[in-house]
């Protein structure tokens, strides 16, 4: 049996200027982090004949070709692997829809477990960009590349999306206490429901196409304060950087009206007059997650847990995808 697993991940600035339809005419930067939530899949060999897919669903075909989950279809077409003879399961910690990277999480470890079955070692960089060719090339998803790359590689990672469609990969400079407080003072809790990003990304990436200059410049904006987080991280300026969450947040509520609705605003409200700095929702927006960074953590924890907001405690993964069993 062989079992992988690929971590979520948390954006913490740049968002959205990971897409191709913005990052292919203007470049894109982001800083995301791993965290220790994970998909994991698992692959074994069987004596039946058909291929079993086991997700939210049971399938059961001759060939992987006639899958109907288009990412495991094409992660075993790509890898030239008709599937016959084994058992594929998946499984998560957190629910997909909301907003942590579940769809380039799977991928990662999908193929992950493919190459180790054919016993094809993989680095990162080329794990990152095969799943990013079957959510994108081969599925036309509308989605960017953030997080298929940090599922790969792990850590408090930047990322610059050139307009030729290579990627520059650094870990984030700064100090371990920097780190030890951020990690502490980020705090994640659900808002009880998931939705899918398709809709929302399928709107800017649209936008985006069309020279749609409202868009366009809400994204630069959100470039700029993406590396004036960087900076601020780098700093030690963990104030700052909470500061320049809020920013973010409010200019991209202005994305689409989807982004948010009147419970996340006045859940984002009762936070800040808890002791959160700034925060946003995390991901592509309309629900999942809300983060926000604090210097007062059993005060926000307090109000937004009387708000009914579950917390979901998290460290950052520095290990990125990896074979667990095999």
Known sequence: MIITRSPLRITLGGGGTDLPSYYREHDGFLIAAAIDKYIYITIHQTFVEDLIVKYSKLER???AKELDHPIIREAFNLM?????FLEVTSMADIPAGTGLGSSGSFTTALIRALHHLHKRPVNAARLAEMACDVEINRLHEPVGKQDQYISAYGGVTCFNFNKDDTVAVSPLHCSEETLHNLEDNLLLFFTGYSRPAAQILK???????????????NLHFVKEIGVASLKALEAGDLREFGRL???HWEHKKRRSGS???SSVDEWYALARQNGAIGGKLVGAGGGGFLMFYTEDRMRLRHAMTQAGLKEVRFRFDFEGSKVLVG
């Open 203 to 217: 709107e800017q990436d649209t936008r985006s196409r069309e020279g749609d200059k409202e868009i366009t410049n």
């Open 80 to 84: 030239g692997n008709n599937g016959q």
């Open 259 to 261: 982004m948010s609705n």
């Open 245 to 247: 969450m809020h920013e």
């Open 61 to 63: 075909v001759p060939f």
